[in-house]
């Protein structure tokens, strides 16, 4: 999952905002939506004491099946088991895909099929199966195991994503055994390899499977959430775009020879004054329509400078000084524009050497309709030394000539389809609470379907704490009743996406 809510969080609790701004905010964003007055939390059809019975069962299930990147871990082993709860439940063998380039990392594929011929494509619910690794050694309990206590349910996956895959799964059996139809079909794709590994699943199903989860838009509960001060729901984050994650091999080589004799030519010193020049420079400002809404929301919260600086920042053209301005904040820095900053350092292999490598790897984090090849390019520009090598470094650590051409989709103004129910059902479970989109910094399955053209947003329905975000931690819990009102939410959320 990326960073959870990391830039909205540190934002508000610098600036004591008041929220009420922000809802008025968003009612006036998404008027042309026309959204419908939020019903009382008791017309949400809450789940019952036999179904989160069933629904902490499969959360149980999953928290105890070990689906680390490691020699104990097997993701086939929790897809294989969810599959035999839905065919168990009578879902046709034909809508129950198990499927994967790896027996230990098959992904499931669910189809919930609309009644008669679609009126619309598909909605995919985007869930990865594995966890990060947690050593019993760190835990105040066994990770891999399902511990209920003081109103917590720990294990590793309790935030970051098997609360989120359970819920999904409890949703699709409990419209499958209330006979629902929706008017256009649910998939719940249930994946591998989110965390790392070689077999990303979300990527693989978009290249090889394409008509298995061909969809107008994506739900991914990976990101995204309600945030807590205190028991108080202060935020929603709803991600609806993020920056695509690239990696760089930078090199200089060099004969070398005897340090007792230096050249002006060195391996170290070219590719530290490369290295410099990127420190130097910036890439342009730019914005889309989710960040766009973002910090329209966000200067109705501030006050003095910050306010006019991102009403500024909106105009046409923007005001590139308020932009410098607020790019003074790393995060906002990050939000508005390709970032590239040098990670790793490794050269020389002698003292008495003069160097024959040096090598940097620079991370970029790529603004949203800009391909990791471009960017490679405008590195090769910056670094003004064509001595030097820039190679793209791919998830799996390939290293190669060239990046992908693919860009990540500029993304569309956040949907009315998507943000009204959403909107609606967050203030009905969480009264008061703005919902805001983001662009992450970060990055998720979502880009996949990014780049394959498909829209993807990121919301766990899930409260937490803002200082209780546990994912790839120790002792990794969730509040139970932040477990049951996801259920609900869910269940109430498929069925307005899929038609009442
Ligand atoms: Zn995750």
Known sequence: MPARN????????????????????????????????????????????????????????????????????????????????????????????????????????VRLRAEGTPVEKPVVFLCHMDVVEALRSDWSTDPFQFVEKDGYYYGRGTQDMKNSDAALV??????HRESYKPKRDLILALTADEEGGKFNGADWLVKEHRDLVDAAFVINPDSGGVELDRGRAVVADVEATEKVYSDYQVTATNRGGHSSIPRPDNA????????????AYQFPFEMNEVTRTYFKNLAGQETGQSAADMRAILGTPPDLAAAARLSAEPSFNSNFRTTCVATRLSAGHANNALPQTAQANVNCRIFPGHSPEEIRQLLMGIFADEKLTVKYVSDAGTVSDTAPERKAMVPPAPIPEVFEPLTRLTETIWPGTPVTPVMENGASDSIYFAQAGIPSYGYSAIALERDDDRAHGQDERLPVDSYWKSLDFFYAFAKALGGE
Do not use: W
């Open 170 to 175: 409890f949703t699709f059996l409990r419209l």
């Open 268 to 279: 170290i010193y070219e590719l530290t004054a490369a290295l410099s020049r990127l420190q």
């Open 6 to 109: 990391g830039r909205y969080n540190s934002l508000m609790r610098r600036n004591q905002f008041s929220c009420t701004v922000a809802v008025l905010a968003l009612a006036a964003c998404f008027a042309a939506a026309n959204v419908p007055a939020a019903v009382s939390r008791s017309a949400l059809p809450t789940t019952s004491p036999e179904d989160r019975e069933l629904a902490r069962a499969i959360f149980k299930e999953l928290i105890e099946i070990n689906t680390t990147d490691t020699p104990l871990g097997n993701v086939t082993t929790a897809t294989a088991a969810m599959q035999k709860r839905f065919l168990d439940a009578g879902f046709a063998a034909d809508d129950v895909h198990l499927l994967g380039p790896d027996a230990r990392k098959m992904n499931l594929v």
